[in-house]
């Protein structure tokens, strides 16, 4: 069946290590795999062992680096973990601006127009449009609660949901019995959604 695992990446660093060692020395300072540019044999890494993470896990596996394991240097160079989805990053980084945003939609019960959200500017060119900036914040967790509690109301009553949404939101309670029944637990969801952003 052949030899162990940990046995095949000993012998590709036996049979390379004279590269590896350059190759993964290189990798490890600078904390991920490097470019043509900072590394002049990154081709023959990549020909030789196949890719040049593999090239690093011979490196690390057979014995070039003393007490790393391959599962430290993975986690480092963000091997096997899923790259998060681009709107959590930006809902990350704006964090403050899109919360902001999101008082001022719930007090207005729509979108702001510019000149109703003092930061426009600064969010459009954080996100890229203030509609942009509307769906960063449902993906985020307020387009389904708001979608049910509107849903529980009749069509010219779904209006009548954002300003208590943005009442409780801000902490004041009593508004619930101002709304039609069935409302009630939607906006609740919808208030909780928005309060755990930094959760």
């Not at 040049?52 to 014995?63: D, H, N, P, S, T």
């Amino acid at each position: 069946m052949g030899a162990p695992l940990a046995d095949r990446w000993e012998a590709l660093y036996s049979e390379h290590k004279e590269l590896l060692d350059a190759f993964g020395s290189v990798a490890l300072s600078l904390g991920r795999l490097p470019g043509d540019g900072e590394f002049a044999r990154v081709s023959e890494v990549a020909k030789k062992l196949g890719s040049l993470k593999r090239g690093l896990r011979a490196f690390v596996q057979g014995g070039g680096v003393g007490d790393l394991t391959w599962g430290q240097v993975a986690e480092r160079f963000g091997f096997g973990v899923p790259e998060r989805p681009q709107w959590q990053v930006l809902c990350e980084q704006h964090k403050d601006l899109l919360e902001s945003f999101w008082k001022c939609a719930l007090e207005l019960g729509r979108m702001p127009a510019p000149e109703e959200f003092v930061r426009h500017s600064e969010l459009v060119e954080a996100v890229g449009s203030a509609k942009r900036g509307m769906t960063l914040l449902e993906r985020k967790g307020g387009a389904d609660a708001i979608r049910r509690a509107a849903e529980a109301c009749e069509p010219a009553e779904e209006s009548a949901i954002w300003a208590p949404i943005a009442t409780v939101a801000d902490g004041r309670q009593g508004v619930f019995r101002q709304l039609p029944a069935g409302a009630t637990a939607g906006i609740g969801i919808a208030v909780r959604g928005m309060r755990s952003w930094g959760d």
